[in-house]
């Protein structure tokens, strides 16, 4: 098997890889890929992207969080009925800060939709509750 030239691979694909790849059987390719994630931060164009699939990657868990919690498949329901739920957020979006500045993040709800958005970073991002999403 021919080694993987990751010198040449854009920041997406780095991230991917150090996600997929398997730490214990391959540590060296591990750390030349995180070697060159670092090279690529130092570019804000790359870094930008970087952030962008690190909170990206944030807010599909937290979809999934969300649709796997029964008070939260409750909850717009009950904000129609109760005027204190109205304030309130679903228990996946509690305690949850920024993956990137660890700021705080403006969540809200209309028709189905969640938005996720971070001001300290310019960052957003939309899903369906039917798990469709997208980053904006």
């Known amino acids: ?33 995180r070697k060159y994630i ?18 990206a990657n944030f807010c599909q868990a937290l979809s999934y969080e969300l649709s796997c919690s029964i008070d939260d498949n409750l909850w717009p329901l009950l904000k129609v009925f109760s005027k204190s739920a109205r304030s309130t957020k679903p228990a996946a979006f509690e305690d949850k800060v920024c993956p990137v500045c660890s700021g705080d993040l403006d969540v809200s709800h209309k028709w189905g939709r969640w938005k996720v958005f971070c001001y300290a970073c310019n960052i957003g991002y939309a899903f369906q509750e039917n798990h469709q999403s997208n980053l904006w």
């Open 1 to 33: 098997m021919a080694k993987p030239d990751y010198e040449n691979y854009t920041i997406a694909e780095l991230f991917d890889c150090r996600e997929q790849i398997d730490k214990q059987a391959w540590p060296e390719r591990y750390q030349e890929i």
């Open 38 to 55: 670092a090279i690529r931060q130092q570019d804000p164009k790359q870094n930008r992207i970087h952030d962008e699939i690190v909170f």
